[in-house]
């Protein structure tokens, strides 16, 4: 029998590193699992390498999602290496400009939908439901499946679990994807789980309708696995909570100019909650995403540029004064 088809461009394996600053300011023993560095800058890879492949086994001709960005960009790359047509539906206007040059550089037919996250993800559901195409939204069982290996890294390096794992929270997929992980390797950390004030469906108990909040990928009002992280922050004896926009670009910010981790908005939710609710023992926050995927947050947030003439009189000034 011929080998299942594997589509992987060597996902997972990303650096665990501690975090002085926010260990000294928290009080706790705080790691950062450092997403970003998956193949296609966010975790979203961890899944699709296991859907794409499933796909083929499957014989799908395309593969189609809805996003708000590093799905998109993820389920792009691995359809451009697999020789699939991939077709992206995101947000009109709500995608980061990294995510969006990394779709149309793959090849995806990317659709700009005049709507928001969860009516394009109906919208993808009622697609595939019509088509011989594969969705590869976290609804997808292969993308809980991949995605649950960054809790088997964290213990393997530990040889244990952390006593807490933060986590932003948007369609609820990776959270439930790290639970699943822990349970099979026999632990079971405290979940803390974190969502935009604009997009805190999980925190409210009820979907929002206009989800709105700097952190573009985790800005969903309905998620999709609402149900399975419920159940991943009650049986884990942790809890779910909201940071707000400022809290979590202070975060953005506290990470790039203190402990050298550029991460995009959303994975510092996971290090804004942290502070602000607190935390004991050892702790890892998921920075799910690199920070260039959403240069014009960075750049709007970021000091200016020094202006200076070419000459050492000029130059000592600038560096110096
Ligand atoms: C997808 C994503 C999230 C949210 O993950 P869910 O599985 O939707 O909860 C958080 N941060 C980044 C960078 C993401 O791409």
Redesign the pocket.
Known sequence: MPADPLVTMGEGDTPLVPAPRLSELTGADVWLKL?GANPTG???DRGMTVAVSAAIAEGAEAIVCAS????AASAAAYAARAGLRGAVIVPEGKIATGKLAQALMHGARVIALRGNFDEALALVRELARRHPIALVN?VNDFRIEG?KTGAFEVCDEFGEAPDVLC???????????WWKGFQEYGEAPRLHGYQAEGAAPLVQGAPVESPETV?S??R?GN?A?WED?MNAFTSSRGEVRAVSDAEILDAYSLLGAREGVF??P??A?SVAGLLKYGAEGRVVCVL??HGL?DPQTAMNRAGSVVPCEPDIGSVEEAVLG
């Open positions: 997403e966010s975790f979203k708000t960005g590093n799905t976290s995605q986590i932003p929270v948007g369609n609820a997929g990776n959270v439930t994807s952190a990928a985790i969903i998620p696995r992280a991460c995009e959303a994975s939710a799910t995403g995927k």
